[in-house]
């Protein structure tokens, strides 16, 4: 617990003996502060970007090379460098403490305070080695992040900033699909209800470009383009829209008014909702941009948080303090000692569940892990980018803990290791690329660029090709009727069908209570465990059916067995009962060697190999 900084800000020395200034870009979307930032950078002799997310840093490095500059782009799945480079563009996770720039942008700062991501931002601030520094943010974020400048005792100036088109929202709610229209965006928060929406539309004959979170970014600078170009009249996208996406979106129409947060299912927060709002009416190509909701409660919500003030932001999120890694205490034991000591304001420790989890993964087969004990090696592995809500992915990426060592390389993954059908299964061969070459760089490795440079725009043609057909085969559906579900429905069975077998349920409740009731042990055989036999050596199980049927059938089988058998020996009636048992058994779900899996399949564990085309 010593070890660990009372002050966060002086956990990095070499910064603090620089003096450094600040220059905030206060304003909301649709603003230009980003671009203010940009000018000063590409006037730099030396800088670095640093955004949330891999497309925007994509975005900004081609502008700085439109502008004749030789630029360097790296995030945690992809790296270009250009020779003679003076300018990086990258994710803010990739930041080098240890480099020195002349400028450094900073770029939506008020992510501060995300509780999975915000600390990445807090070590920005608290560290980048550069006298100048802009920051971008909403205004929400402004006091905070002007307390943590005075905690490093750096000077700062403000810039402030309004919208350059007016933004407003609607008195009336959209009725979906009728009120549609084209440069409208439509807004839900889950992957399943984006390909729903679009399906429903394009059936209807408007077709729809879509951006969720777990799309590569080219398909969704694809998906972007098709939009901007009018190849399709609409846009459906979870919040992923709200984060530096430049649209040309008319209006924003909320669908749903609720997200998941990865912990919970909770209202959308005003900042979420302005965020997202304020891409609607871009600069240049409308005057005035627009805000809705389908249905008058939705409206109702939206309209209220519209007009409230943002709420400002009143802690930032702290990461864990790599020295701590020198501790003589297992990686485990560490991060629970930090887990538990106090941080003072604003600080927030960000949750460090994950790493547990994947921690406990690693600890099992921890005899097969070289280097193991190596805390500073075994946390570069867990702090890997990864959906570990993904069994596959989970599973190769425990393959390469254990097998980092046995090659100059790691195996390169394979498309038959994916058990999803269809996009899925294409979208979680895409998050395995992206987890052979991150875990390279983390852990040294050579990587296979070529190859996979490859198979990655060879998923990207595949899963483009998904979303540029059809998509009336997502659309949601009662699975026991057929009937459309109603927009935004989190079941799979539409009400009526609900509610009847709801009220088959009761029914047969009922009859239950008022065989107990009545002591009727016929009544009591057909439904559930019945008398004691003892010629039958057991209690008849199964519920008979009204008119005889599947289950009379049964019973009569098993009277037949029951006379046959009887000349079988104890062993013999044993045996051919387990049988029975164990033709009922599932089969186990294998794991844990995805590449073993590939290949006693039969399958070559190359890239789409085996059954790729004809899916």
Known sequence: IDMVPARPETEFQETRQMKRHFVLHVGPTNCGKTYQALERLRQAESGVYLGPLRLLALEVYEKIKDAGIPCTMLTGEERIYEDNSRITSSTVEMLDIDQSYEVAVIDEAQMIADPDRGHSWTRAILGVRAPEVHVCM??????????????????????????????????????????????????????????????????????????????????????????????????????????????????????????????????????????????????????????????????????????????????????????????????????????????????????????????????????????????????????????????????????????????????????????????????????????????????????????????????????????????????????????????????RICDACYAQMKGSRGLFARRRAAAGADGGADEAGKRGKGKKRPERGGRRKGRAEAEGGKAAEREAESGKMADTGAGLSGGEAAETKKKRRHRRRRPKKTGGNPVQAVQESGAFPGSFSGNSAAE
């Open 138 to 491: 909403s205004p929400a974020a402004e006091r905070v992040v002007t307390h943590l400048i005075d905690l490093c005792e750096d000077t700062y100036e403000i810039h402030r900033y309004e919208r350059k088109t007016a933004l407003v929202c609607e008195d009336i709610p959209v009725r979906f699909p009728e009120d549609v229209q084209e440069g409208d965006a439509l807004i839900v928060f889950t992957k399943r209800a984006v390909l729903d929406i679009a399906g429903r539309l394009e059936r209807g004959g408007m077709r729809a470009s879509v951006i969720y979170g777990s799309l590569p970014p080219e398909i969704r600078r694809r998906q972007i383009r098709l939009f901007s170009g009018h190849q399709t009249k609409v846009v459906v996208s979870t919040d992923a829209i709200g984060m530096g996406l430049n649209l040309p979106v008319k209006r924003i129409v909320f669908i749903q008014t609720d997200k998941f947060d990865g912990r919970k299912t909770r209202p959308l927060k005003t900042s979420e909702i302005r965020q997202i709002a304020g891409r609607a009416g871009r600069f240049g190509i409308y005057d005035t941009g627009y805000v809705s909701a389908v249905g008058e409660e939705g409206l109702e919500f939206i309209r209220a948080h519209f007009d409230e003030p943002e709420p400002e932001i009143t802690h930032v999120s702290l990461g864990f303090p790599q020295v701590l890694l020198d501790m003589d205490e297992p990686l485990d034991a560490v991060l629970k000692i930090w887990k538990s000591v106090e941080t003072p304001a604003p600080f927030e420790k960000i949750s460090i569940e994950e790493v547990l989890f994947l921690y406990e993964k690693a600890f099992r087969d921890r005899k097969e892990i070289d280097g193991f004990e190596d805390k500073h090696m075994l946390y570069r592995m867990l702090t890997c980018s990864l959906d570990i809500k993904n069994r596959d992915i989970v599973d190769l990426w425990l393959y390469y803990c254990k097998t980092y060592t046995a090659d100059v390389s790691l195996h390169f993954p394979s498309l038959m290791m994916c058990s999803d059908k269809g996009l899925m299964k294409y979208e979680t061969f895409y998050k395995m690329l992206d987890l052979y070459y991150q875990f390279s760089v983390r852990l040294g490795k050579e990587i296979d660029t070529e190859h996979l440079d490859a198979e990655r725009e060879k998923t990207e043609e595949t899963i483009m090709r998904y979303l540029t057909r059809d998509k009336k085969d997502y659309i949601r559906k009662c699975q026991y009727c057929g009937a459309l579900l109603p927009l935004g429905a989190q079941g």
